[in-house]
């Protein structure tokens, strides 16, 4: 309030002012400087507050809102994807190849064709999900901008792929429950689940993810 009052009272000595022009230079001169600092600081202060009520009414806006929620889908399908890009790799990497190597081995544990009904989809499933993060992540580094339609059509011939393995899901189970009575072959996997990376998590848990997505 008193801000104001002084404010007041300058403004209404610049009008005394501007309204005797012949006056003379005097130490009137030192009041028009502070005249026209208080009156810059008063220009500042109204811009200030009128684009915080700008910002705030956008805060609280249904767009604002929306970006909102936009940003907590993508943001999450990011982290989703990186989890279940990593749980591909460990089911590809740790599984799926050292056992079509032993498979091609002089005394091998396990045939190729169990290895195919186990993991059938495994390898595409994850090159698929692979280009997808990696195209996920480009767009992202691009926010708040956001183009993903066209990043989906990805994800569309993936539609039969996952159908394929759902079906032979219960197939795949029997299958490597059959080749775990080898002994030869269960000590091998038994190996592979001891990895770190596997977190003491077995085979058939990560053949179950993607039946999840």
């Known amino acids: 309030m008193l801000l104001f009052l002084q404010i007041a009272g300058l403004l209404k000595d610049n009008e005394k002012i501007h309204a005797s022009p012949a006056a003379a230079p005097t130490d009137d001169d030192s009041e028009i400087k502070k005249i026209k600092k208080v009156q810059s600081f008063l220009r500042g202060w109204i811009c200030r507050r009128k684009w915080k009520t700008i910002i705030q009414d956008y805060i609280r806006s249904p767009h604002a809102e929306s970006m909102r929620k936009r940003n907590q889908v993508v943001f999450s399908m990011l982290d989703s994807e990186a989890e279940y890009v990593q749980q591909l790799h460990i089911l590809v ?29 495994s390898e595409t499933i994850m090159f698929l999900h692979q280009i997808f993060y990696q195209g996920l992540k480009a767009r992202i580094a691009s926010w708040p901008t956001l183009v993903l339609a066209d990043l989906f059509d990805i994800l569309l011939p993936m539609l039969n792929i996952y159908q394929e393995f759902v079906r032979n899901h ?10 775990k009575q080898n002994r030869d072959f269960d ?27």
């Open 187 to 213: 000590k091998l996997l038994k190996q592979y689940e001891a990895k770190p990376d596997c977190e003491e998590r077995t085979l058939e848990t990560f053949l179950t993810y993607p039946m999840f997505q």
């Open 93 to 121: 990497n740790n599984f799926l190849r050292p056992l079509r190597m032993a498979a091609s081995s002089k005394k091998p544990p396990i045939t190729h064709d169990d290895v195919s009904s186990i993991f059938l989809n």
């Open 170 to 179: 219960q197939y795949s189970l029997q299958i490597l429950a059959h080749c």
